[in-house]
């Protein structure tokens, strides 16, 4: 037992001791993920680079986090949910426990407010602590081993839970994709829509519109199309919806349920986090629809109320406030506003980029522009552009291989950030 317990071993003359070690054996799926997490091994890199130029002033087009305040009306809103804790009644009312499903009021407000065609309604309504979050506890709800296809390049938390999920085998380093997962090419060619016909044997489809990193939005043939492959191939669509505000084209849904049958086929999950600034307060919600079966004809809803009831006490009493205030007419103007603040930073951003003689795409629907590089490597860009610009950008080899030779470029920034950008961008990289 001592000897498992001190594990030690000699290097020549040397015995070294190292830490004592468990008798509990380490989770495989973990051990395939084959590096950290996208953004804070970029934020390692960029303390890296700040060790070296302690003088720098960067700026980060990097990490999609929201960097204006919540506006008035919805602090407000949580202003006076936490004073209300602080009173015998209003502790009584949200003070403890709420449902795991969350609070009706604010579930009412989002069917009505998000799907105000009646797609959806209130008890098809999950509120969470965040779509990231979600998207873990749906990986929980359908189990390991299953065929998954994810958009290429798509949002990294999409492979990598389900890396950890056990539906991939070992990481293949010369195709940088997982095995067994399905990796649907979105590029220029194909209007950064994929081809379906390499999903026919996926379970779950991870599909994002507007997509991140590429700033796609699909339109509604193309959604409808997704949506007769799911049914017709009795796959699960998880649609992530977190950037669908943004969408102004009115071509393309903001929500999946805008497509007859698709709560036959799909899942939705969004956020408030990139409409109201609520990336650190966490706040979102996850539809599971009523019609939507397993296979044996089980209701996923049930499974996921009794997942979430069961991993999950709820979210936060004051961030839901918040929630309800952003849906109220003076908060749905001020996230509207705020929404619109960023959408003009992405303008501002890709207007720069092609004047600088570079193809980009996005930043219309989306708050990301993603930007051509010319196939360059896009670690090699990235670090160019950390270097020559103390600018922090993100590589779209993170995002899948498909996203090599691109970078992409958040619009999430004070508007002084974003114009200091551009000009140290035009000095060094006009074409
Ligand atoms: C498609 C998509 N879905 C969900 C999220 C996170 O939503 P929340 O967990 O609600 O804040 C994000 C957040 N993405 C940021 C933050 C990074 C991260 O969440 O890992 C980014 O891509 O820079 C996202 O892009």
Request: net charge negative; glycine share 10%; hydrophobic share 35%.
């Amino acid at each position: 037992l001592v000897a498992r317990r001190a594990a030690s071993y000699t290097t020549g003359r040397r015995v070294v001791q190292v830490h004592a070690v468990t008798n509990v054996s380490r989770n495989p799926n973990m051990g395939k993920l084959k590096a950290g997490y996208l953004f804070p091994e970029i934020n390692r890199i960029k303390n890296a680079h700040l060790e070296k130029k302690p003088d720098a002033a960067i700026i980060s087009l990097g990490i999609g986090d929201t960097t204006e305040p919540i506006p008035a009306p919805i602090i407000d809103g949580m202003i006076s949910s936490v004073s209300g804790l602080g009173t015998p009644a209003g502790y009584a009312k949200y003070g403890g426990y709420g449902p795991g499903e969350g609070q009706a009021e604010l579930r009412e407000k989002i069917a009505s407010r998000f799907y105000p065609g009646g797609e959806v309604s209130a008890d098809e309504i999950f509120v969470s602590d965040g779509s990231k979050c979600d998207i873990s506890r749906l990986q929980m709800l359908f189990g390991p081993n299953r065929n998954v296809a994810v958009q290429d390049p798509s949002y990294p938390a999409y492979v990598d839970s389900s890396v950890m999920n056990g539906h991939a085998t070992s990481f293949d380093a010369s195709t940088k994709q997982y095995g067994n997962i399905t990796y649907l090419s979105c590029n220029s060619n194909n209007n950064f829509f994929p081809n379906l016909a390499h999903a026919n044997d996926s379970e779950i489809i991870f599909f994002c519109s507007p997509n991140n990193p590429t700033g796609a939005a699909a339109t509604r043939e193309q959604l409808t199309d997704l949506v007769a492959h799911a049914k017709e191939n009795g796959s699960i669509i998880i649609y992530d919806a977190a950037y669908a505000s943004y969408i102004e084209n009115p071509d393309c849904p903001k929500s999946i349920f805008e497509i007859p049958g698709a709560d036959e086929c799909a899942i939705e999950t969004c956020s408030f986090s990139k409409y109201a600034g609520f990336t650190g307060l966490r706040l979102g919600w996850t539809v599971v629809p009523e019609n939507l079966k397993f296979a044996d004809g089980f209701s996923v809803k049930a499974d996921w109320n009794r997942l979430m009831n069961t991993t999950f006490n709820g979210a936060s009493n004051v961030a839901q406030a918040g929630g309800l205030a952003c849906l109220s007419d003076e908060g749905w103007n001020a996230m509207t506003e705020l929404v619109g603040f960023y959408k003009e930073n992405a303008s501002i951003l890709k207007r720069t980029f092609e004047d600088m003689g570079y193809t980009t795409y996005g930043g219309t629907n989306a708050p990301y522009v993603w930007v051509s590089f010319d196939g360059q490597d896009s670690w090699e860009v990235f670090t160019e552009i950390l270097e020559k610009c103390d600018i922090v950008v993100t590589p779209g080899s993170g995002f899948g291989p498909a996203g090599d030779g691109f970078i992409r470029a958040s619009a999430f920034g004070h508007r002084d950030s974003i114009l200091e950008a551009t000009e140290r961008l035009k000095k060094a990289f006009t074409k």
